[in-house]
């Protein structure tokens, strides 16, 4: 049955570029109104890498739950989970950052002003990359799996921080920005497109592109089982 919820996230995406492009007005109250609609893509962007940082350290948590009995293998399957959605959280952290700074050229007149939050993004790709960094420095299976999961469960810390506390309680550029997404300030276009099409959407391409990942972590863990027996 996985083709159903894949094809919808097909349909739904396809729906966002089209609500994005073609449905949603100029918004008001922005230097160019129609830059506003990128938001549709750098929002959906900046909440998965957040659901992937609680992923991963959930995951990492039950890697290092059974990890203790590393000749059952059961910690294999949640290391390769965590290990995906630090990755796709480097990425949807990548893809935030890139579309921020369009949206910050056209409505600050800057790709980058040193704004909290587009501080705050560097240093969330810097705590995914320095996982990955990790996690390619270590060879022994059984500890680089201990490592990087006690690694990924520190780092979920400052990586909530930064995303949903740091920027709310310091002076930043976005502060009409977010309260026209959290405070109700968009349009009923905008809400319908972001919450209805644009969320969905980027929740199907994660919990997709994660099934991928995994099926290629498994299927290296094999190779190396094999290799090695």
């Given at each position: ?68 009995r590393p000749q059952d293998e059961t910690w ?40 909290p939050r587009q501080t705050s993004i560097v ?107």
């Open positions: 049955m996985g083709w159903i919820w894949k094809t919808a996230t097909g349909f739904l995406m396809a729906g966002t570029v089209w609500g994005m492009m073609a449905y949603v007005r100029p918004a008001e109250g922005f230097l160019y109104p129609d830059g506003a609609r990128i938001i549709i893509i750098h929002v959906p962007c900046a909440w998965i890498s957040a659901v992937a940082y609680l992923v991963a350290a959930w995951n990492a948590g039950r890697v290092l739950k059974r990890v203790a294999v399957r949640p290391d390769c989970l965590c290990e995906a959605s630090m990755e796709l959280g480097l990425l949807f952290s990548i893809l935030t950052t890139a579309t921020g700074s369009i949206f910050s050229r056209l409505q600050w007149g800057a790709f980058w002003s040193w704004d240093v969330i790709m810097l705590l995914f990359a320095a996982y990955l960094v990790l996690r390619s420095s270590v060879t022994n299976a059984v500890m680089r799996a201990r490592l990087t999961s006690a690694y990924a469960i520190i780092a979920v810390v400052p990586g909530m921080f930064l995303i949903w506390v740091l920027p709310r309680v310091v002076a930043s550029l976005h502060g009409d920005a977010n309260n026209a997404v959290i405070g109700g300030g968009l349009d009923s276009q905008y809400r319908a497109v972001l919450y209805g099409l644009a969320l969905p959407a980027f929740v199907g391409l994660y919990t997709w592109l994660m099934q991928l990942r995994m099926r290629l972590s498994m299927a290296e863990w094999r190779a190396v089982e094999r290799s090695v027996g």
